[in-house]
Nanobody, 128 residues
Framework: QVQLAESGGGLVQAGGSLRLSCAASGRPFSSSLMGWFRQAPGKEREFVAAISWDSASTYYSDSMNGQVTISRDNAKNTVYLQMNSLKPEDTAVYYC?????????????????????WGQGTQVTVSS
């Protein structure tokens, strides 16, 4: 059974940093596109970042570009999201996602429907 387990969320003051982790189990994702999304209360789930299977390509939303860095360790089947200079508006549940296919070469990395597996999410709360 495939599982994506996020960790690293919590309460942080504005200007602070957090590093989220997503550990995958049940099958290897070393050849799969992986991404992070977030969903704030009352809002749609939105794209944050994605990374190609070989880390050669990374993709960021306009709103968080320069504020976050996505990385992965295929040997650990884990993807990370380093978030800096956090603002209260970054408060949301952050979700990890993975494509079930391999060697994704499309352009829809920011689309939810590209991803087949999702974690349960980790809460990030930024206080002012």
């Amino acid at each position: 059974q495939v599982q994506l387990a996020e960790s690293g969320g919590g309460l942080v003051q504005a200007g602070g940093s957090l590093r989220l982790s997503c550990a995958a189990s049940g099958r290897p994702f070393s050849s799969s596109l992986m991404g992070w999304f977030r969903q704030a209360p009352g809002k749609e789930r939105e794209f944050v970042a994605a990374i190609s299977w070989d880390s050669a390509s990374t993709y960021y939303s306009d709103s968080m570009n320069g504020q976050v860095t996505i990385s992965r360790d295929n040997a650990k089947n884990t993807v990370y999201l380093q978030m800096n200079s956090l603002k209260p508006e970054d408060t949301a549940v952050y979700y990890c996602a993975a494509d079930r296919n391999t060697y994704y070469s499309g352009t829809a990395v920011s689309t939810r429907y590209t991803y087949d597996y999702w974690g349960q999410g980790t809460q990030v709360t930024v206080s002012s």
